[in-house]
């Protein structure tokens, strides 16, 4: 089965820290992604890599970076954190275009609140 | 502009009720649509998939869905709920390179 998964399940930071959220897929997919999950809102994509050191912004990617330096770990960073941060983060990956199914795949998420 | 419409926020059925819930996406190509679930707490879980042929597809869990061109639907269905079904549900359409296009979601309840 594929795996990804996120290095913490709840964070609690203080604002204007810089935090890291780690995502580890075992599936030597392409595809990584951000998303933030929010009520009423459903997921918005913050950031995507469709390869090792390949990021593309997605919809709301203002206050955030990300990393890909090695294929199976993406990185997402604020890097001055905000209340407006606190959220559900969920980290996905897929594979690429031409390699068959491309449904994305999910961790459980990492709730962070931002005090 | 690619879109995918949940129309129903909150659905409340009783356990051995069918459900019904509306998917609508706006795309210009044919699309790949997921149904997905997610559990209180958790990360979304693939329920089930289209990608082409056969318009009527079998997923996990007893659910199925319909994708209806004509319409610019893909309606989950599933004859008979279970305690267990109660979480919050999301279609999504992908345009099969990268990106995906999810909708916002809607949560079940589930009576006993």
């Known amino acids: 089965d594929v795996k990804v998964t996120q290095s913490s399940r709840y964070l609690v930071k203080r604002t204007g820290e810089k935090v890291f959220l780690e995502c580890v897929q075992d599936?030597?997919?392409?595809?990584m992604f951000w998303y933030r999950q929010d009520p009423g809102l459903g997921l918005r994509l913050i950031y995507f890599?469709?390869?090792?050191?390949?990021?593309e912004k997605g919809d709301i990617p203002e206050g955030y970076s990300v990393s890909r330096e090695k294929k199976e770990r993406f990185s997402l960073i604020l890097e001055s954190a905000s209340t407006n941060q606190t959220s559900m983060y969920l980290c996905a990956s897929s594979r690429g275009p031409g390699r068959g199914n491309t449904e994305a795949f999910f961790g459980q998420g990492t709730r962070l609140t931002v005090v | 502009a690619q879109s995918v419409t949940q129309p129903d926020i909150h659905i409340t059925v009783s356990e051995g009720a069918s459900l019904e819930l509306r998917c609508n996406y706006s795309?210009?190509?044919?699309?790949?649509l997921f149904w997905y679930v997610q559990s209180p707490g958790q990360g979304l879980q693939l329920l089930l998939k289209?990608?082409?042929?056969?318009?009527l597809v079998q997923g996990i869990k007893g659910f199925e869905a319909e994708f209806k061109r004509s319409q610019s639907s893909f309606n989950l269905r599933k004859p008979s709920v279970h305690w267990s079904d109660a979480a919050e549900y999301f279609c999504a359409v992908g345009s099969g390179t990268y990106k995906y296009i999810f909708g916002t979601g809607t949560r079940l309840k589930v009576l006993a």
């Open positions: 795309y210009g190509a044919t699309p790949y």
């Open positions: 599936m030597d997919h392409e595809n």
């Open positions: 890599s469709y390869d090792v050191k390949m990021k």
């Open positions: 289209y990608f082409s042929g056969d318009t």
